[in-house]
């Protein structure tokens, strides 16, 4: 048994007595929460500018986790458990297989692509909104209207990249989309609440 199952096996027995059959389902949310919260300083030092590096970190120590909850759930550890009528284990095929996009396992997964998609457009509006506030650097002058233009483009499609994790929720174990959903509104809010204290500092 490994540490990753370890743990989100103790917390799901803290659940259990609440949440039934679905406490390992949220413990995994609280694993994904405690994780980014103990990355939290990591990526304040980040935002700040702090080191190049402290972008990265982030990232690269979440990797293990996601690898760590895949395995998991595709290797048998954890197959038995459920979020209401899907299986941890299952995919979105697996649960159009199992009674369509409309049975019982298709409607969760049609729940996480809406909470993914949810926080997407919120990341996009976001990422829009700070694009259009971000001052124009001295050195934009030197550029050509053309170039000024295909950035414009750019930085209009850059945005939307962030409903990219809608197609590798629809690949992943339903667990891992439950981590995916979980840390990616993390960011967004995490990134949003910094934003906000450096202008109130401003």
Do not use: C
């Not at 939290?40 to 702090?50: D, V």
């Not at 982030?58 to 760590?68: D, H, K, T």
């Not at 750019?154 to 174990?173: D, H």
């Amino acid at each position: 048994m490994s540490v990753f199952t370890h743990l989100v096996g103790e917390l799901s027995r803290l659940l259990e007595p609440v949440l039934a059959e679905s406490a390992t389902a949220a413990a995994i949310v609280l694993f994904t929460v405690l994780v980014r919260l103990a990355l939290h300083p990591l990526n304040r030092a980040a935002f700040r500018g702090a080191t190049p590096v402290a972008g990265l970190l982030p990232v690269l120590l979440q990797l293990p986790v996601f690898f760590l909850m895949y395995r998991a759930f595709t290797s048998g550890e954890l197959l038995d458990h459920r979020l209401f009528a899907a299986p941890l284990g299952a995919k979105w095929a697996d649960a159009l297989g199992a009674g369509g996009l409309l049975g019982a396992q298709g409607l969760v997964f049609l729940g996480l692509f809406a909470a993914i998609a949810v926080v997407a457009a919120w990341s996009a509006v976001r990422g829009r909104r700070a694009a259009a506030e971000a001052p124009v650097p001295a050195a934009a002058a030197q550029v050509s209207a053309e170039q000024q233009e295909a950035l414009r483009k750019l930085g209009g499609v850059l945005p939307l990249l962030s409903f990219g994790t809608l197609i590798t929720a629809a690949l992943v174990p339903l667990a891992a989309g439950l981590y995916l959903v979980t840390t990616t509104a993390w960011s967004v809010a995490e990134r949003a609440w910094l934003q906000h204290r450096r202008r109130s500092s401003l």
